[in-house]
C-alpha cells in the first residue's frame, strides 16, 4: 500500500477516501472489531458540510439531518440571555450560553457566503461515520477491524508498521489513532500543552423525577450541567481534575452521582440508554504533524474538551488538506515542498481551537472570578454583534489559510458560487481535484488551464464576479480574480497542481 492509516474514526475514513480519489492505494487499520457506539459530535460545522457537499454526499447528509431533527423533537432551548428559541437553525452555544439565532446577522457577507450546506450541519458522529464507511467501501478502500498498530520503523524509502495481524510495510503512516495515539508515541512527536482541571460526561439516562433539574446549563461552585434539549440528556461539568481511570467503562452510577454533585440535588438516575462519554479540558498539539513518512491527523495531533463543537470538524479539515497533497506525493505529482503546508496551514487552526476550547474552560469555573467574567461573557452574547461573532467562528465561515495573492477569497473555504444554470462548482467535482470557474467572455482561464486537464475540472459560466476562482481539492480558494487578466493563474496552477499534465490525476467517485 502506498498509505496506511491507522484508525477508522471520523478523520482516518475521510483521510482513506481522500487518498483513493487522488489515486493512492491505501488501507486503514482499526483497532476496534465494530464502530464506536459512545456519543460524541452531535453536529458538524460549515467546512465539514461543505467537504460532504464537495464528495457528492450532501444529499445523504441532508437526509441524517431531517431524522435527526424528528428524533429530536421540536426545538425548544434557553439562549444564554434566558430568552427562549424555538428556531430550528443551528448557533452552538460558547462555555454553555447558548446562541441565540434571532440575534446573529445572518446577512453578514461571512456567513451569507455558506449557505448552501445549511440543512447538513446536525450530522450526529455515528451517522456520519457511518456515511464515511459507506463512501470508502464504494471508492475500494479496505477497513481492517481488530488490527492494531503496535510498532512502527521509518526505513526513509517506507515504513516498517508492526500489527496484532503481524507485520506489513507501507509508504507512509498516517496516525488517526485519536488523542492518545500510539502512531504520535512511536514516532516520539511530543503533545505539549495544559493538563485536565476538569471531568465531563455526556449521557442520554432514564431520569425518575426529571423535575428535580433546571432546563438549560445551570452553574454552582463544583461545576455545571446540562439537562436537554431532548428528555434524559444529561452533560455534567465537573471541577476537580482527571478522573482515577480514563479507560474504565462510564458507568450508571458514575453519570449519576456526577450530576448529584453538580446539580446539588438527589435526582435519580435509573439506567443509560445508550454508551455514555467521559472527557477531560486537557489541551494539546502535536509538536509537529510529520515525522519523516509517519503523519498524524486529527485528535492524534490535537485534543481538546468539546465545548462548541470543534474537534471533529477540525480532524476532517485535516484530512481534507493532507489527503490531496500526500495522494500527490505517493502518485509523483507533487510540487517542491507541497507535503510541507499541510503542518504550516493545518498548525495554525489547531491553535486557535485550544485557545477557544480554554477560553470557555476560564469562564466555566466554579471561583467568584469566572462567575463574574460569565456575567460580562453573557452581555456580550446577548448583543447582536457578539452573537454573531461567537456564531462566525464556531461554525468555521471564518477559517482561512495563509496563501499568497492579493484576492481577499485566496485561502479561504470556496463560498457558494451559484452558476446560471442553477448549480454550483462543487457539484460538477465529485471526484475530487481541481475547479477552475471561468466566467471569461472568451474562455481565457480555460484556454491556460487546458495543460493541467488530467487535475483540473473547468466549469464555465456566464459574465459575473468573480470571473475566475481555482478551488485545490479541499475546498481552499488558491487563485481567483475579478477581471478577465489571467495574471497570477499559471503560477497558482505550477504552486498547487504542479508541472502541466493531461494524465488523469482523479478517479472519478463512483
Ligand atoms: C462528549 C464529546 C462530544 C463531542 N462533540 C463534538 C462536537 O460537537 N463537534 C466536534 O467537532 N467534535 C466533537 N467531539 C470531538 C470528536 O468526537 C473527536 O474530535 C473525533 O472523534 C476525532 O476523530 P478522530 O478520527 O481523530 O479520532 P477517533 O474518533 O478517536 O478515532 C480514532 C480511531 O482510532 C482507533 N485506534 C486507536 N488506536 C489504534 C491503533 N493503535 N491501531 C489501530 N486503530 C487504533 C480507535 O479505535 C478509533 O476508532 C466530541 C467529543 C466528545 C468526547
Known amino acids: 500500500m502506498d498509505v496506511t492509516v491507522a484508525g477508522a474514526g471520523p478523520v482516518g475514513l475521510v483521510l ?11 488501507q486503514v487499520l482499526e483497532r476496534r472489531t465494530e464502530p464506536d457506539e459512545g456519543m460524541k459530535a452531535g453536529a458538524i460545522n460549515v467546512p465539514t458540510a461543505e467537504a460532504l457537499d464537495r464528495r457528492g454526499l450532501l444529499p445523504a447528509a441532508e437526509r441524517i439531518q431531517r431524522e435527526q431533527l424528528l428524533r429530536v423533537g421540536p426545538f425548544d432551548r434557553r439562549t444564554g440571555g434566558g430568552r427562549r428559541t ?12 447558548v446562541l441565540d439565532p434571532d440575534l446573529v446577522d445572518w446577512s453578514d457577507p461571512d456567513l451569507a457566503a455558506h449557505t448552501a450546506v445549511a440543512g447538513a450541519r446536525m450530522v450526529p458522529q455515528r451517522e456520519l461515520e457511518e456515511l464515511l464507511a459507506a463512501h470508502v467501501a464504494r471508492l475500494g478502500v479496505t477497513v481492517r477491524r481488530g488490527v492494531e498498530v503496535t510498532a512502527l520503523e521509518d526505513t526513509g524509502d517506507g515504513v516498517l508498521v508492526g500489527t496484532t495481524a503481524g507485520p506489513l510495510r507501507t509508504g507512509w503512516l498516517v496516525g488517526c489513532d485519536g488523542g492518545r495515539s500510539t ?19 455526556l449521557a442520554v439516562a432514564d431520569i425518575a423525577d426529571p423535575e428535580k433539574l433546571a432546563e438549560g446549563w445551570v452553574w454552582s461552585p463544583r461545576g455545571a450541567y446540562r439537562h436537554g434539549p431532548q428528555p434524559g440528556r444529561v452533560v455534567t461539568v465537573e471541577f476537580g ?14 453519570v449519576r452521582s456526577s450530576l448529584r454533585r453538580v446539580s446539588g440535588t438527589d435526582v435519580t438516575l435509573t439506567a443509560l440508554r445508550g454508551p455514555a462519554t467521559r472527557w477531560t479540558d486537557n489541551a494539546r498539539q502535536a509538536a509537529s504533524y510529520r515525522a519523516g513518512r509517519v503523519l498524524l491527523a486529527g485528535d492524534a495531533a490535537h ?39 499541510y503542518d504550516a496551514e493545518r498548525r495554525p487552526l489547531g491553535a486557535w481551537v485550544l485557545d477557544w476550547t480554554r477560553a470557555q474552560t476560564a469562564v466555566m469555573r466554579g471561583d467568584a472570578g469566572s462567575a463574574a467574567l460569565r456575567e460580562v461573557v453573557a452581555d456580550l452574547l446577548a448583543t447582536r454583534a457578539g452573537t454573531t461573532y461567537a456564531v462566525k467562528k464556531i461554525s468555521g465561515v471564518t477559517q482561512r489559510v495563509d496563501l499568497p495573492g492579493g484576492h481577499p477569497l485566496v485561502g479561504r473555504y ?14 460538477h467535482g465529485h471526484g475530487g481535484g481541481f475547479l477552475l470557474l471561468d466566467r471569461t467572455a472568451q474562455g481565457t482561464f480555460a484556454r491556460l488551464a487546458a495543460a493541467w486537464s488530467g487535475r483540473v475540472t473547468v466549469v ?23 477581471t478577465a487578466d489571467p495574471v497570477g493563474l499559471e503560477a497558482a496552477l505550477r504552486r498547487w497542481a504542479g508541472a502541466p499534465s493531461s494524465a488523469p490525476g482523479y478517479v472519478p467517485a463512483g
Open 414 to 427: 470556496a463560498p457558494d458560487l451559484w452558476l446560471n444554470d442553477g448549480s454550483r462548482p462543487a457539484d
Open 460 to 482: 464555465a459560466d456566464d459574465r459575473a464576479t468573480p470571473t475566475g476562482v481555482l478551488v485545490r481539492p479541499d475546498g481552499v480558494v488558491a487563485w481567483a480574480c475579478d
Open 183 to 201: 502512531v504520535r508515541r512511536l514516532a516520539g512527536i511530543g503533545f505539549p500543552g495544559t493538563g485536565p482541571e476538569l471531568t465531563g460526561h
Open 303 to 341: 485534543v481538546h474538551p468539546p465545548f462548541g463543537g470543534q474537534g471533529l470538524n477540525l480532524g476532517v479539515g485535516d484530512a481534507m488538506n493532507l489527503g490531496w497533497k500526500l495522494g500527490a506525493v505517493v502518485t509523483g505529482w507533487a510540487p517542491e515542498g507541497l507535503l510541507d503546508t
Open 16 to 26: 482513506a477516501a481522500e487518498l483513493a480519489l487522488a489515486g493512492a492505494t491505501v
Open 86 to 97: 424555538t428556531r430550528p437553525r443551528f448557533t452552538g452555544h460558547f462555555a454553555g450560553m
Open 241 to 254: 481534575g482527571a478522573p482515577a481511570d480514563r479507560s474504565a467503562p462510564v458507568t450508571l452510577e458514575e
